[in-house]
T-cell receptor
């Protein structure tokens, strides 16, 4: 499978715990995006990498959130001290650095904070 | 601030009908406009991408149009089939730059009745 993959697909955690999600983009894509989607809403932009550089972060990304892409390939999104409001689908997308810039999305990680 | 709106939030039509989904955006200075499909609990699949210099794009039974001056885009689905049932999201691309990101609408949940 050469598409974007995300792990785990589902995560249930207790409030206050830390969680980490992984995204593996399409191999030749140098741009990687994280989004959050709540029920009945469209995805909201969280952050964006060009290769290993994190170029933009949304105001939605509080201090409890951190994202990395250390070698410009896979990326991790960590949420510390989770809160019930963090419950959502976390989507990763990747694209080529071209003017076309079609984003290809992974299946998402659904997080439930109890 | 760009806002993307999709009306209606839900639509149910009998199989075989042609239908139009609507998307409006407040800031006409967009770089591109994308339409996505999302099946329940899944990630997004890109359907069509229209660059700001283009007026429409076609793929099979799908045709997307873009009118920047009026801030509108439509997705036309011909001869609808039950397999077309899904949520359709439009997203306005901000620009080709290091701060590039896309703003999503909340989607139209489409149900095709056999």
């Amino acid at each position: 499978d050469t598409g974007v993959s995300q792990n785990p697909r589902h995560k249930i955690t207790k409030r206050g715990q830390n969680v980490t999600f992984r995204c593996d983009p399409i191999s030749e894509h140098n741009r990687l995006y994280w989004y959050r989607q709540t029920l009945g809403q469209g995805p909201e932009f969280l952050t964006y990498f060009q290769n290993e550089a994190q170029l933009e972060k949304s105001r939605l990304l509080s201090d409890r959130f951190s994202a990395e892409r250390p070698k410009g390939s896979f990326s991790t999104l960590e949420i510390q001290r989770t809160e019930q409001g963090d419950s959502a689908m976390y989507l990763c997308a990747s694209s080529l650095d071209t003017s076309q810039e079609t984003q290809y999305f992974g299946p998402g990680t659904r997080l439930l904070v109890l | 601030k760009q806002e993307v709106t999709q009306i209606p939030a839900a639509l149910s039509v009998p199989e075989g009908e042609n239908l139009v989904l609507n998307c409006s955006f407040t800031d006409s200075a967009i770089y591109n406009l994308q339409w996505f499909r999302q099946d329940p609990g899944k990630g997004l699949t890109s359907l069509l991408l229209i660059q700001s210099s283009q007026r429409e794009q076609t793929s099979g039974r799908l045709n997307a149009s873009l009118d920047k001056s009026s801030g509108r885009s439509t997705l036309y689905i011909a001869a609808s089939q039950p397999g077309d049932s899904a949520t359709y999201l439009c997203a306005a691309g901000k620009g080709y730059s290091s701060a590039s990101k896309i703003i999503f609408g909340s989607g139209t949940r489409l149900s095709i009745r056999p």
